[in-house]
């Protein structure tokens, strides 16, 4: 079994020992450290390395997550980072996928759907909230959107962190087919990766 090693950044104790004790019923999950400042955070990246970092988007006080997780990307930090916050806008969730983000929870996420994230994030995928994915396919089946029906589907799927072969499962078609979708789907959104394929859905929706 592979340990999977996690930064928890957060500015209030009770949520950051909360979240260690839940992954701590997880053999295979080793929370190495905790941050309560973006600041902070750099420094613990550094020095342990990190698979996972679970980061908040607001701090009480100094750098918040947004900036810390921009700087971690230019500093070509290898840490899939997970956001774990209150905060459910369209604005927050397209900042922080702009920022580095690789998926995207809500403080009241059920216990499986953040060890499914951790779990998802170690293997490069995008994983959102089950009310974020719930509004963003809402969003997706306006009849304005340039993308078609299926590709809508496929798209709301991402946000589960599915391969595509459990994409071609979930909806009865093969794997290739999955593929030949998801290039329609990012030559049309003009994005190379799923993570920015799903903050671009959510800018185009904020923008009309």
């Given at each position: ?165 459990e994409l071609g499962q979930r909806l009865f078609i093969s794997e290739a087919t999955v593929k030949t979708h998801l ?26």
């Amino acid at each position: 079994m592979t340990t999977i090693t996690v930064l928890l950044v957060d500015d209030h104790l009770v949520v950051r020992s909360g979240l260690r004790a839940l992954l701590a019923t997880q053999p295979d999950f080793d929370v190495v450290a905790e941050a309560a400042s973006g600041e902070e955070a750099l420094g613990l990246v550094e020095h342990h390395s990190p698979d996972v970092v679970v980061m908040d988007l607001a701090m009480g006080a100094g750098m918040d997550g947004i900036e810390a997780m921009r700087q971690l990307r230019q500093r070509n930090s290898r840490q899939a980072i997970l956001v774990f916050t209150t905060y459910d806008s369209d604005a927050d969730i397209v900042r922080a996928v702009d920022a580095g983000a690789m998926g995207y929870l809500l403080k009241d996420a059920a216990p499986d759907e953040i060890f499914a994230a951790i779990r998802g994030a170690v293997q490069g995928k995008s994983v959102m909230s089950a009310p974020v994915a719930s509004r963003l396919f809402q969003q997706l089946r306006n009849p304005d959107e340039v993308l078609t029906p299926r590709e809508a589907e496929l798209l709301s799927l991402l946000t589960e962190g599915l391969s595509n072969r459990e994409l071609g499962q979930r909806l009865f078609i093969s794997e290739a087919t999955v593929k030949t979708h998801l290039a329609h789907i990012y030559a049309k959104l003009g994005v190379e990766t799923r993570a920015a394929a799903i903050a671009t859905a959510i800018r185009r929706e904020g923008m009309r």
